[in-house]
């Protein structure tokens, strides 16, 4: 029963997962129009990779989210602390990385936009999974 229960909880994660992902591209692919920091010509270089890094940092997400998913339909209610405490410090590795990707590339972004762009800018929120 226990197992069984265990089980029933990663069909419905693997679900919601799978729910969450085109809903994350279509969120990313659409965040240019929602934001709309008036993006110059001569910003448009900066702008680019760090939409590339929002979008990089998306598919690393989603890839991690399968992987885990993936790992957990294996082991099930297998799965010991320690495994599952590994797959949460890789997550939470995965999130670093990608965070740190996004502001190596909002940095040079930031640095040439204008005051009122970093107004509408610093509104944003952004996360591993990019913008929220």
Do not use: N
Not at 40 to 58: G, R, S
């Amino acid at each position: 029963m226990k197992g069984e229960d265990t089980m029933k909880g990663c069909d419905m994660m693997g679900g919601d997962m799978t729910r969450m992902m085109p809903m994350m591209h279509e969120k990313l692919s659409h965040a240019g129009e929602r934001v709309d920091l008036k993006i110059t010509e001569a910003q448009m270089p900066a702008w680019k990779k760090f939409a590339d890094a929002l979008l990089a940092a998306a598919k690393s997400m989603e890839e991690s989210m399968e992987g885990m998913h993936k790992e957990m339909m294996q082991s099930g209610a297998a799965a010991s602390l320690p495994e599952k405490l590994e797959r949460h410090a890789k997550m939470a590795a995965g999130h670093l990385a990608s965070l740190q990707a996004i502001k190596a590339a909002l940095d040079p972004l930031y640095a040439c936009l204008s005051d009122e762009q970093k107004k509408i800018a610093d509104g944003l929120r952004i996360g591993p999974m990019g913008l929220m």
